[in-house]
């Protein structure tokens, strides 16, 4: 019978290969005093500014690589990229009776549902 430690060295880390295909979410905004930021926000610290989207775009996976191939090296965890899958759209939120009576009047007179009201002020205020 082999112990948990004989099982966990058998388990193969995947390649650096592997790693270095894997696409992540990147994030651009403008900065504020010129060009552009980029981020990956699964690999912490990755961040990186360019004059042009072109630019930041090609500094952004220079540095995705560097991480990912730094960290590889180390022996650190190298995150996988996040989805959109944890998000379902469902929120399940409890309010007091007066707010919930004013939103649903606010939405009434709006004809929508109270569900499209509340979605309506939150990204508006967004």
Do not use: F
């Not at 403008?30 to 990956?40: F, K, M, N, Q, R």
């Not at 399940?92 to 009047?105: D, G, I, Q, V, Y």
């Amino acid at each position: 019978m082999k112990t948990l430690n004989q099982k966990n060295k058998q388990i193969k880390k995947p390649s650096l290969e592997y790693y270095l295909n894997l696409q992540y979410p990147v994030t651009i905004y403008p900065d504020l005093e010129s060009g552009y930021v980029a981020h990956i926000k699964d690999l912490p610290g990755c961040l990186i500014q360019g004059e042009t989207i072109e630019e930041t775009m090609a500094n952004i996976n220079e540095a995705r690589e560097l991480w990912i191939e730094t960290a590889y090296e180390a022996g650190d965890n190298i995150p996988l990229p996040s989805t959109d899958d944890n998000y379902s759209g469902k929120l399940l939120l409890r309010m007091p009776k007066s707010l919930h009576r004013c939103l649903a009047e606010a939405a009434e007179q709006e004809n929508v549902s109270l569900n499209q009201y509340i979605v309506y002020l939150l990204s508006a205020s967004m």
